[in-house]
């Protein structure tokens, strides 16, 4: 299948920093690229729609000063925490679709980010 | 509004027995796709199998199938001759209105005993 990975997988930052986090299609191009977030032992959240060379679309209650997200090119987009505090950690997963319509979407390893 | 239910919050099955994991939906869109998703403990999901809400007959992935009754709304998996390395929370989400957005239900956090 479609190979979606991440970087880093894991980080731990102090509260206050930034944290950029990568997401690349390395096979296929993808124009439309998702960012969601899972707290443990929940459903994920779906945070931001990435699109390439426009802005993001955020989720209702999702703070788009917060997490700046960038779609500089149709195989990478990048999340950056902003400013992070101890409620931001948790695992952020990136996701794209492959094919000609929604029906494959694969997903990156995730990367688990703990603010300290 | 859409709304994606899994009622299960863990099942156990026994090693080679098939199980059944129950997943309904809620969508006023008549376009819309079910998926369902294994997470194992290292995080990753695992894209399973892949419903579509005209396809005419059920999905089907090696072990994986996908008992779609779509006047109930239910888009249940089944796993035939499970296995141990099919322990994991498994998810079950829906994509409507073409947008590509994923809604995901609860998930139920399957083990597989030996």
């Known amino acids: 299948g479609a190979v979606v990975s991440q970087h880093p997988s894991w980080v731990i930052c102090k509260s206050g920093t930034s944290v950029k986090i990568e997401c690349r299609s390395l096979d296929f191009q993808a124009t439309t690229m998702f960012w969601y977030r899972q707290f443990p032992k929940q459903s994920l959240m779906l945070m931001a729609t990435s699109n390439e060379g426009s802005k993001a679309t955020y989720e209702q209650g999702v703070e788009k000063d917060k997490f700046l997200i960038n779609h500089a090119s149709l195989t990478l987009s990048t ?3 902003t400013s992070a505090h101890p409620e931001d950690s948790s695992f952020y997963i990136c996701s794209a679709g492959h094919g000609t319509g929604w029906e494959t979407q694969y997903f990156g390893p995730g990367t688990r980010l703990l603010v300290l | 509004a859409q709304k994606i239910t899994q009622t299960q919050p863990g099942m156990f099955v026994q090693e080679k027995e098939a199980v059944t994991l129950d997943c309904t939906y ?5 376009s819309y796709g079910l998926f369902w998703y294994k997470q194992p403990s290292s995080g990753e999901m695992i894209f399973l199998i892949y419903q579509g809400s005209y396809d005419q007959q059920n999905a089907t992935e090696g072990r994986y199938s996908l008992n779609f009754q779509k006047a109930r ?5 089944v796993i035939s001759a499970s296995q ?3 322990s ?9 209105g073409n947008t590509g957005k994923l809604i995901f239900g609860q998930g139920t956090t399957l083990q597989v005993k030996p």
Do not use: Q
Not at chain 2, 26 to 30: A, G, H, R
Not at chain 2, 88 to 96: I, K, Q, R, T, V
């Open chain 1, 79 to 81: 999340l950056t925490v």
């Open chain 2, 88 to 96: 994991a929370m498994y998810f079950c989400a829906m994509e409507s």
């Open chain 2, 73 to 77: 709304k239910s888009a249940n998996l």
């Open chain 2, 84 to 86: 141990l390395g099919d």
């Open chain 2, 26 to 30: 809620d969508t006023s869109d008549p």
